[in-house]
């Protein structure tokens, strides 16, 4: 921050020093009037810079942005009013040579006084008016700044939200499957008790971070539908590819377990025949995944499931991968299919 603020003390000094001395510059080689150009350049920049200091420090935070708009604007017109009577009073204090016409001169016609008075005001109006412009900008800028900090927070609430959610579902659910093993098949209890603390590792240690390895998060899918096979009988047939080429792919974590959990929700029936298809492919940075289930919808008082739902995923997205995802969700024949295409 301290760094910051001094590359903004000296991106302001070096503009001042350009306007200041581009008279200079614009007129080497010429015969110059220092008074001249003292009296009708130096001091009235002295004065827009008091100006525009005035308000990018004071004034714009205190009357303008609070919408005090008329105190504003009539403290301004007071100081523009005060420069412009001081200009005068210094021209006519130390630079009477400059101002007052040579005996014998015949006065030429000049502009109006009310012109010349418009054309001043609007001279002095001119940092204000960039004042207003830059401190607008600055204030848009932090105001944009802190509701994108806002959506992240939110995000990674949602985020440990959907955490928090999942792991009890699953985890007794999983319990319950690996009691039913304990006396049928010990060692197979021993194994699923193993992937089950793995599971669980993932969630409480590997996902609070913003982005994950793809393959971290397959292999944290494949562990939860072995998982999740235990509660299931020969009516429900299990079909999972994960033909993924790139290994360097980083995704947000947890975003396709929920529609995994949502197809075992709606796609197993305790005496039909059905089949949960789960394929996902990359092609160069973009992740393709599908997942089609037979739709057995649930009653009302159905408590199964997280109860996170694809409107909080589609949330998700949109916060995670704006412009840079599709998502498609279709019920045909009997067969819900969900299409989710990320571009990491």
Avoid: C
Wanted: without cysteine; charged residues 20%.
């Amino acid at each position: 921050m301290y760094k910051n603020k001094k590359i903004i003390f000296f991106q302001h000094l070096l503009i001042w020093l350009v306007l200041f001395t581009m008279p200079y510059v614009l007129s080497y080689g010429q015969e110059q009037d220092l008074n001249r150009l003292v009296a009708h350049y130096l001091i009235p920049m002295v004065f827009y810079a008091i100006i525009f200091y005035l308000n990018f420090y004071i004034l714009i935070d205190k009357f303008l942005f609070p919408k005090k708009t008329i105190q504003f604007f009539v403290i301004n017109l007071v100081v523009i009013a005060l420069f412009m009577l001081l200009k005068e009073q210094i021209e006519d204090a130390f630079f009477e040579g400059i101002t007052r016409r040579p005996a014998g001169t015949v006065e030429k016609a000049g502009p109006p006084i009310k012109l010349f008075i418009y054309i001043q005001m609007i001279t002095y109006a001119a940092p204000l008016l960039f004042s207003i412009a830059i401190k607008t900008t600055k204030r848009w800028v932090k105001t944009e700044a802190e509701k994108k900090e806002a959506d992240n927070f939110k995000l990674q609430t949602e985020l440990q939200h959907l955490r928090y959610q999942l792991q009890p579902h699953f985890f007794f659910n999983s319990l319950n499957n690996i009691y039913s093993l304990v006396d049928i098949s010990p060692d197979k209890a021993k194994s699923t008790i193993h992937s089950l603390g793995k599971l669980m590792r993932y969630l409480l240690y590997e996902t609070n971070t913003e982005f994950v390895p793809l393959s971290k998060e397959i292999e944290f899918m494949r562990k939860y539908i072995d998982l999740m096979k235990l509660r299931l009988t020969d009516k429900t047939e299990i079909e999972s590819s994960f033909s993924v080429s790139e290994s360097q792919i980083q995704i947000a974590p947890l975003l396709f377990i929920s529609l995994i959990e949502n197809a075992f929700k709606h796609g197993v029936s305790a005496n039909k025949n059905s089949i949960i298809s789960i394929d996902m492919t990359t092609t160069g940075n973009v992740v393709d995944f599908t997942i089609e289930n037979h739709n057995f919808p649930k009653q009302d008082n159905d408590k199964s499931g997280s109860g996170i739902g694809l409107a909080n995923l589609e949330k998700r997205l949109q916060l995670l991968y704006p412009n840079k995802h599709t998502f498609e969700k279709e019920l045909k024949a009997g067969v819900y299919r969900v299409n989710l295409k990320l571009e990491t």
